[in-house]
């Protein structure tokens, strides 16, 4: 099947691992196209990773659908994606566009590193958000590198625009294919031309109608208007032949390490630990399952002795200015906002991972801190077993056993 009622623009299996452009004013049909594009393109067996921030490729049959907003790993999932040849919508509308751009830097970064044997086509819509003309955007490099390089691996890109003037003019200068619906605004018919072999062809695109396109390239020596086809889903360098279908077995084996799905509703308290198999699962980790606990507790361990060994320091060296919290206390609440402010700055995903556990270690030992601090201000006796119990949650040791006499450490909230 064409893409056009006139049957002018039939799309090769090569077309997929190409580089193409689609542009038209907002309501003139360029989202519609594009799906008219990807049906076409999933029959043929290709597959699509769809970068959609504007949630205008809903209904899709065959994909998935991944919230960025619930992404636990930008390199992990790009990875899967990579190697699995899933069909994928990836909603980017929950996250502010600063956000969306450090996600899509990681995520195409990667996936270009792991894809495999095959056609597989990204599609970004709203590409001027992600690879601005003039701009900075963390995402622009790489997106301007996918259309400069002359691949031959099978990875494709359409970019989609309402905004011509405002799009990379690397990325449309370098485009294999351009697909053009009714353009009228003044900067972007400039742009525009300077895209085009015919400089009266721009006359006809300002009067296209609603779902025409002028189609450039798409295996074509001339250039074709024509109207395209109606969906059948609702709408809301050289390339080697796809040799791959999807893996479902691998994806489905594998999303829930970088992608926290709803479960009834809810999301699973468990989402960073990998889920075991069979009727022991409940009660059982997997082997993977395992090593994920015993990395989620040495990241908390990590935050915990980090409070503490501030804490000490602190306590040994300076008295505190407030009468029921001692140094100890504020020592650790100060290595827990260090910890958490390192997480919220970096970007680095390894790291951050790191500092988040840490600091949710810190804290833990900061409150157990506090709890003993108003245990001493108040002059309560608890059970041996309770200071025990809280000195193994949260790592801290009670005022009598927490230093020696010689130490120096001020975890008395008593001023001399």
Known sequence: MAVTDSDKIKLSDEFFGEKTIVLAKSGYGKSYTTRVIIEEGVERGNTFIIIDPQDAYLNLPEFDYIDIDKVKSAKGIAIL???????????????????QNEFLKIF???????????????????????????????SREVIRGMFQENRS?????????????????????QADNLCIGKVTAFRDKQAVQNYID???????????????????????????I?????????HSGNSP???????DVLYSEHINKFYKKRK?????????????KGKLSKILPSAEGFKDLAALGAKVSLGMAA??????????????????????TLGSAASTIVLYTGFRMIKQEMAKDILKYSAAGAAVYTAGSLIFDLVVMSKVQLPAFVTSALSMATGVQAAGNAATEDSGVDVNTEFA
């Open 307 to 328: 409070g503490g060994m501030v804490g000490a320091y602190v306590g040994s060296k300076f008295k505190s200015p407030i009468p029921i919290l001692s140094s100890r």
């Open 264 to 276: 009834k509703g809810n999301e699973k308290m468990s989402d960073n630990i990998s889920d075991g």
């Open 241 to 247: 032949k796809n040799l791959l279908n999807e893996d």
């Open 226 to 234: 024509a109207k395209v086809r109606k969906s059948k889903s609702e």
């Open 198 to 224: 015919d400089p009266a062809d721009l006359e006809k695109i300002k009067n296209l109608e609603k779902g025409e396109f002028y189609f450039y390239g798409f295996g074509n020596n001339s250039v074709e």
């Open 153 to 173: 691996d099978g990875l494709g890109i359409i970019g989609i625009s309402q905004r011509v003037s405002r799009i990379d003019k690397t990325c449309l200068a």
């Open 108 to 138: 195409l970064e990667t996936f270009r590193l792991n894809i495999t044997k095959g056609i597989q086509t990204i599609v970004i819509d709203e590409l001027h958000k992600y690879a601005p003309e003039g701009e900075k955007a963390d």
């Open 81 to 99: 994606l990579a190697a699995s040849h899933k069909n994928v919508v990836i909603r980017m509308k929950s996250l502010p566009i600063k956000k």
